[in-house]
């Protein structure tokens, strides 16, 4: 799915369940590949060392990925209700017309203006 549709790649390496024992088990004993070893959570630099871990990284880049769809789907969304109210507002205004223009503009509603980027 990650080429198909866009989304950030995993590096393959991660994608192998053995890696991350092996990563997780330095982890655990090397405070050279984990800085954060006998360090509090209350500690300043805690957060920033574990942001810098390389799946902390990709986990980034993904939730990055999809705030911005999330963002794309709420201004769609926020353009379909601002158009309905545009409609809704024609609609009360053509129900107060007299008859000749609604009998003017009743062949013209029934197509839709699309614009597409």
Known sequence: YEEEYGYPRWPDEMKDP?????VLQE???DPRSNPL???????????????????AQILLK???YWTDRRNIWLEQYNNI??????????????EASPN??????????KYNNIVRK
């Open 62 to 64: 993904k939730e990055q």
């Open 81 to 94: 209700v601002r158009k309905n109210r545009g409609r809704e507002e024609l609609a009360d205004l053509l």
């Open 18 to 22: 053995a890696y991350f024992r092996k």
């Open 37 to 55: 070893l006998g360090r509090s959570m209350d500690d300043p630099e805690y957060w920033d060392e574990a942001a810098r871990a390389p799946w």
């Open 27 to 29: 982890m655990r004993v």
């Open 100 to 109: 000749k223009v609604k009998r003017l503009t009743a062949p013209i509603l």
